[in-house]
């Protein structure tokens, strides 16, 4: 146990995980120091040292509204409305990616052309893998497991090398995505997020055609 000096007494503080930084009682209008669980009184219950507040202006702390000044910040996943929301705009840029005149099904890719033709039944999961892998890129509760196993998860190289795909038709795709993204409403900050995860792995989606 150590002491915090407070004009004109002492208050008992014991270690904890919680930062020790004053706080307003928002109904009393008064200050008080965040306590311990196992920090109480002789009744068992939880002590709280009220400090007079002319007293607090003597002590300098780095804020006296820690809180307020300190805002949790939702993660990407919370402002883009969750699993639902990017289900529905990965099910609508999936489905868009087929009327695209470079990566659609008049494609040149002969990946891409024969998978049209001949795999399309795989697009329910091709929309589940991408719904995952951008869920857990946003900092969702989801975890995103390649097909073709690696030793990072986020890591697209192992299942786009044998696509061969180039910069222009992965250029197209982004293109495509940020489409859905506007067809959704996405605000501007968020939409951008998204793009620049999805930019950030084009060596990795495009490594066939670099490579080889």
Request: charged share 20%; proline share 7%.
């Amino acid at each position: 146990m150590y002491y915090i000096p407070v004009v004109p007494y002492y208050v008992p503080v014991y270690p904890c995980q919680q930062p020790y930084m004053p706080r307003q009682n928002a109904y009393e209008g008064s200050w008080y120091f965040p306590y311990c669980s196992q920090l109480t009184n002789s009744g068992g219950n939880p002590f709280v040292p009220h400090i007079n507040q002319n007293a607090m202006q003597n002590i300098d702390y780095q804020t006296t509204n820690w809180r307020s000044e300190h805002p949790t910040e939702k993660s990407l996943y919370e402002r883009l409305g969750g699993i639902y929301r990017i289900a529905a705009i990965t099910d609508h840029f999936v489905d868009s990616l087929a009327d695209d005149p470079i990566v659609g099904t008049n494609t040149s890719n002969a990946y891409l052309r024969d998978w049209y033709e001949n795999k399309r039944w795989r697009a329910s999961g091709f929309k589940v893998l991408n719904t995952l892998w951008i869920a857990e890129k946003a900092g969702g509760p989801y975890e995103y497991v390649s097909t073709v196993p690696n030793d990072h998860s986020l890591d697209l190289e192992p299942t786009h090398y044998r696509m061969m795909l180039t910069a222009e038709e992965f250029n197209a795709a982004a293109n495509v995505l940020a489409n859905s993204l506007d067809h959704f409403n996405v605000p501007e900050r968020e939409k951008n997020e998204v793009l620049e995860a999805f930019m950030a792995h084009k060596k990795e989606v495009i490594s066939g055609s670099i490579k080889q």
